[in-house]
């Protein structure tokens, strides 16, 4: 049986984004934490060589003991290798592949440089393209600029246009921070009908107000979202999203939260009890402990001096991945999402409990919130699933109560029970103004 123990010192399967640019990129996001790693490789061209391209490539798919290998491209822009680079990774993965095995690409990009050609590889070789969009342009831009500062929205809705052309599979990825996070309905009106984006995830920045290469948050930047706007934010998309979306938007959070509340694994390393299953990879074959620690100090080797299987089950990344569970506050232990929060991502663990202990998330307050809110709901759905029914069914049920109970609605004070049977105060669940549509709207 897998143990939290096994799964790290005997992983069947792990994840490595690779950086084949490092962090090297044509825009110049101001909230982007990636940038400042220039400074890990001074002198550094920041490509990745075909040797090391091979080694990786054989290393990787080796260790992966099960019948599906995902090579995760990211940035810095991976695109600003050329297409050349991406063909001959294909090429060597074909070469290295088990026989029947899957090999899977993604790729995380800006979007800018895409045109025809890069779609239709993409499109053949069945790249899942991940695209970063922060909402319509009055949002995107405020953040989202190139070396020059200038806005890049129409640049990247042109490239978003192209992969629609060619028919490649794409996700959005949103940022919320301090410039969107006030408007969740206008961002995902925007990606829902407008870029007509099925798949959405919704990543909160948190990063340091200092520029530094560590990823050490003492003091949040005042571009980072905060904890409960966070959570507020999260909170009014889901309150659209169960009463009309379900089954055709898929929002990651949501779909990793109804694993959880159905007792699974949430699958998403942040909600994870244990990390340590998620690693990074720079241009030069240095092997970090995960994406938001490549620092020196949490460098576990490289990979042409070490073979990559034994740096993943080495006990520095063991020891990495339980120190999240080891460190969790009792505070967090005795919360009542803790099930699904598991303490957040350690990165972000920067407060102080209210009984003085270190380590609470800096989301923790929007965690709650979000968790709190969903319960039911959640509940519903994931009973929906037992009893052999599509979770989208729960819109059905939602409307239903709606057109039974408007009264009381209208009736309930706002220090009142809600009548949606959450157990939170009105004003805390369907009375929060943003839950006010109309008395018609209400869950
Ligand atoms: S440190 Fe954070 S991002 Fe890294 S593996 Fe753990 S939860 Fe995931
Ligand atoms: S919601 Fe807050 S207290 Fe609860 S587990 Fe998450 S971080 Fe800890």
């Not at 509940?379 to 037992?386: H, T, V």
Request: one cysteine or more; hydrophobic letters at 35%; aromatic letters at 10%.
């Amino acid at each position: 049986m897998s143990t939290p123990e096994t799964r790290l010192t005997r992983p069947p399967a792990f994840h490595i984004m690779l950086k084949p640019r490092g962090p090297i990129c044509n825009l110049d996001c101001r909230y982007c934490y990636y940038l400042a790693k220039q400074s890990l490789y001074p002198r550094s061209r920041f490509r990745l060589s075909e040797k090391i391209l091979e080694e990786y490539t054989r290393q990787y798919i080796q260790a992966q003991q099960v019948p599906e290998a995902t090579f995760a491209w990211q940035g810095g822009e991976p695109t600003l290798l050329g297409l050349g680079f991406f063909r001959r990774a294909v090429e060597l993965q074909q070469l290295y592949r088990r026989s029947g095995m899957r090999i899977r690409n993604t790729l995380q990009t800006n979007g800018v440089n895409l045109d025809d050609e890069w779609c239709s590889f993409f499109r053949e070789h069945d790249f899942l393209i991940g695209i970063s969009l922060d909402g319509p342009p009055e949002l995107h831009d405020v953040y989202r600029v190139d070396k020059g500062g200038r806005p890049t929205f129409d640049r990247v809705m042109a490239g978003v246009a192209l992969l629609k052309k060619h028919r490649v599979d794409f996700n959005l990825l949103a940022c919320v921070h301090a410039a969107n996070a006030d408007h969740p309905l206008e961002v995902y009106h925007f990606l829902r009908d407008k870029v007509e984006a099925q798949f959405i995830q919704f990543i909160p920045i948190v990063e340091p107000a200092q520029d530094s290469a560590l990823q050490n948050v003492k003091q949040a930047s005042q571009l980072s979202v905060k904890g409960r706007q966070y959570g507020d934010f999260l909170i009014a998309i889901f309150d659209e999203w169960v009463k009309r979306d379900v089954g055709t938007v898929f929002v990651q959070l949501f779909d990793v939260a109804l694993a959880a509340w159905c007792g699974q694994q949430p699958g998403l390393c942040m909600f994870e009890e244990t990390c340590g299953l998620a690693l990074a990879m720079e241009h030069n074959g240095d092997l970090y402990v995960c994406d938001h620690y490549v620092e020196p100090r949490f460098k576990l080797g490289n990979i042409m001096q070490t073979p990559l299987a034994k740096l993943v089950a080495s006990k520095r990344q063991v020891q990495f991945g339980q120190a999240k569970r080891d460190t969790l506050p009792s505070y967090c232990q005795a919360c009542e999402v803790q099930f699904i929060c598991n303490g957040g991502c350690p990165k972000n663990r920067v407060l102080t409990t209210p009984d003085g202990e270190m380590g609470l998330n800096y989301l923790c307050q929007g965690y709650k919130a979000f968790f709190t809110f969903i319960d039911r709901p959640m509940k519903l759905m994931a009973s929906l699933l037992q009893a052999g029914q599509p979770p989208a069914n729960i819109m059905h049920i939602l409307a239903q109560e709606t057109a039974t109970r408007p009264f009381q609605y209208i009736q309930a004070g706002r220090n009142d029970q809600c009548p949606c049977g959450s157990g939170r105060k009105f004003k805390r669940c369907h009375g929060r103004r943003s839950s006010l549509g109309s008395a018609g709207d209400l869950i």
